[in-house]
């Protein structure tokens, strides 16, 4: 579910798309320069960047999450019709729509409804990335982890990043929490604390041996093997758990689409869009 909410530039935050932009969420925010503290970048899905105030109102379109699982056999006729909060009952105060019953909208109170995307938002991918070839296998990684957890990835190449914008942090190759420490990337190190820290969830490769393809669709699942109590492995689509396509978010199949500094999951129409629009734009500069 979506919800539209005012918000200033420097709250913008990944997966968040601009209503002046519709259909093209923010895939990473860079520093404000100390020289220019009224203008800062947002990279988006399709390729281009946007220059925005930190301090200037924007109106924006972030996903949200219910709190709690809607029993729809226990809403009351109020709540059934909208008016109502679906957890509190009570009928004043904003509200954000959470849910479609029976085709019509539920709502419930911001404070109710809402709960951090953690589960929704993109991956940060760090690892070695001091040279080219460092930072190419990076990238390939970081096409893996959007290919089998379906969520958009930004690749750090410096440690000037907020790991609390990011949904986790995905660590490849050494990781502070091995049980026999490696020599490990000055960037990794400093993001990786930093997520330990403030709580951010870090994910650190798999063991090869936990490598499987999933039951249903085949899809070798290299960064995160679930098993279900059965033992059977499923991949995050055929669990259920795609967001779908970052653009048109539409529950249809996605591949990864590459973006100015890491991938997102599209559908095959909005890829053919994005490719050409970034192709015009390439066109048009030249």
């Known amino acids: 579910m979506y919800a539209t909410i005012t918000i200033p530039g420097s709250d913008i935050a990944p997966t968040d798309i601009l209503k002046r ?26 390729g281009s960047l946007y220059f925005i105030d930190p301090e200037q109102l924007y109106a924006v379109i972030r996903e949200t999450a219910p709190s709690c699982v809607l029993d729809v056999g226990t809403l009351t006729p109020a709540q059934l019709d909208g008016i109502a909060c ?5 009928e004043d105060g904003a509200m954000v729509p959470v849910g479609t019953v029976d085709g019509c909208q539920v709502f419930a109170h911001v404070g109710c409804a809402e709960r951090p995307t953690t589960n929704a938002g993109p991956v940060l991918i760090v690892g070695a990335c001091q040279s080219d070839a460092e930072r190419s296998d990076l990238h390939a990684f970081a096409f893996d982890v959007t290919d089998q957890l379906c969520r958009p990835t930004v690749v750090a190449t410096h440690d000037r990043i907020d790991v609390r914008q990011f949904a986790a942090v995905v660590v490849y190759g050494p990781s502070l929490e091995d049980e026999q420490p490696a ?20 994910v650190a490769l798999q063991s090869v041996h936990l490598t499987a ?35 048109c978010f539409e529950d249809e199949p996605t591949e990864p689409l590459a973006v100015d500094g890491g991938w997102v999951p599209m559908c095959s129409g909005c890829a053919v869009t994005a490719h050409a629009t970034s192709t015009s734009r390439i066109l048009a500069a030249a």
């Not at 932009?21 to 399709?46: C, E, N, W, Y």
């Not at 000055?186 to 709580?199: D, F, K, M, N, S």
């Open 86 to 90: 679906v957890v509190c009952e009570g």
């Open 213 to 247: 393809a999933c039951d249903a669709c085949a899809q070798v699942q290299t960064i995160a093997t679930v098993r279900s109590e059965c033992g059977e492995v499923f991949c995050a689509d055929c669990r259920g758990e795609s967001a779908g396509c970052a653009w």
């Open 21 to 46: 932009l519709p259909g093209v969420p923010v895939v990473s925010k860079a520093d404000i320069d100390p020289r220019f503290p009224h203008s800062q970048t947002l990279a988006m899905a399709d």
């Open 183 to 202: 020599p490990m990337d000055p960037y990794a190190v400093v993001l990786e604390a930093e997520a330990h820290a403030y709580g951010v969830p870090v």
